[in-house]
């Protein structure tokens, strides 16, 4: 059988599900790849002798797992929030700066002033810190346009990223992240646009691969989230939720009765929503970066979404106002000292679970024959590393789609 290469003398954790928590391969270990697919891994002693392939890579004992995938983010936007940050630490609360006008709205109105190839040219450095520590699928939602006009210009200059870097990009729709000025005590009216025109536009030019909401007391209710999930559903488009990151609104158990791919924060999450959760298949993806900047106290229930068997996904949230983290390893590091996450679980988190909250597992998150070779090699003595080292960077070698 021809191959294009094949890696040997690695190290490898395939993350798949099994006895050891990083699904890792006995001994000296192999990848084979052919186009942009990963044809056979294993053990080097039971290294198909049929395959032929054009270039054969040495690892010289080099750990190689999936590529990252960092499924929340808010990458693409204008300006930055850096002033807000000194007034946090003055005394004021995320809350208190958004019912001011500040917090998501002060971006809302730089990325409105902002043309499309601004907010490209801005958002390729983010991306690129991300693709340097190993990521091969970033998330990026909209959000920060509340309008149809802004919400399909954030879109498309996602998927223009795309194009721009070897990485896979995940857009997602989230139109209902903040009531706009226009609409100031009108929230069902704006939602009233989310649900048509805006879902409209985006769908007509197929700039969404998921819809999102924020539900919490500075976001939207239940019952406007549940328009919003129906339209999105009415489209075909999987939904997701930013739940419980500030109050309990009950949003997260709202999610996984609606089919929900994942509900993300979670911070104030009860025991009903992660049985509810755990029901559904729906993901927790927790965000460690945002409960650091905003000084966050209460954690997210790890130790109930265990008992309950649902999936812990973990990711940046790099956005201007709550997590400006433009690392997935740091990410992974939080999520063990802050979560009490161990190492396996962030990496799993990062690859694995975070596969299944975008709602592509069966092509990415794990090594195995037939999925896509997004593959991430680092200098490295054992996975746990990854998790462990602060503002270090082991990555050697980055490979999407085979190349």
């Not at 690695?10 to 000296?28: C, K």
Request: proline letters at 5%; charged letters at 20%.
């Amino acid at each position: 059988m021809p191959v294009d290469r094949i890696l040997v003398d690695a190290r490898i954790a395939t993350m798949e599900p099994g006895a050891d928590a990083y699904g890792t391969v006995a001994g000296s270990g192999a990848i084979a790849i052919a186009g942009d697919r990963i044809a056979w891994v294993g053990p080097m002693r039971d290294l198909p002798g049929g395959l032929d392939a054009v270039e054969r890579i040495g690892l010289d004992g080099r750990w190689v797992t999936p590529g990252l995938v960092d499924c929340h983010t808010h990458l693409v936007h204008a300006g930055n929030r850096a002033h807000e940050f000194e007034l946090r630490l003055e005394g004021a609360s995320y809350e208190a700066l958004a019912q001011a006008g500040g917090g998501i709205l002060s971006t809302v109105r730089a990325t409105r002033a902002a043309d499309e190839a601004l907010l490209v040219a801005t958002a390729l450095p983010r991306l690129d810190a991300l693709i340097a520590e190993g990521a091969t699928t970033v998330e990026i939602k909209s959000g920060y346009g509340l309008s149809v006009e802004d919400e399909v210009k954030m879109l498309r200059a996602a998927r223009r990223l795309g194009r721009e870097r070897p990485v896979g990009i995940r857009t997602t729709l989230l139109a209902a992240h903040a009531l706009p000025p226009e609409f100031a005590g009108d929230p069902d009216g704006y939602i009233d646009l989310c649900c048509g025109p805006i879902l409209d536009a985006v769908a007509a030019e197929g700039l969404a691969d998921a819809v999102d909401a924020f539900c919490d007391r500075i976001g939207f209710t239940r019952a406007q989230t549940a328009r919003v999930f129906d339209a999105a559903r009415a489209r075909g488009l999987p939904v997701k939720l930013h739940a419980e990151q500030l109050s309990d609104q009950g949003g997260a158990a709202l999610a996984a009765a609606m089919g929900a791919l994942s509900a993300d924060h979670l911070e104030h999450l009860d025991e009903d929503g992660v049985a509810a959760m755990a029901r559904a298949g729906t993901v927790a993806v927790l965000l460690p970066g945002a409960y650091y900047f905003i000084r966050e106290t209460r954690k997210p229930p790890v130790e109930a979404l265990r008992r309950h068997g649902v999936a812990i996904a973990v990711s940046t949230d790099l956005n201007p106002g709550s997590s400006p983290l433009h690392s997935p390893l740091l990410a992974m590091n939080m999520a063990c000292t802050f979560f009490a996450l161990t190492p396996a679980e962030a990496l799993a988190g990062m690859t694995r679970h975070a596969a299944a909250a975008l709602g592509i597992a069966a092509d990415a998150g794990t090594i195995a024959a037939g999925k896509r070779a997004d593959l991430a090699i680092w200098d490295i003595e054992r996975p746990g590393e990854l998790a462990y080292r602060i503002a270090f960077n082991p990555l050697y070698r980055r490979l999407w789609g085979g190349r």
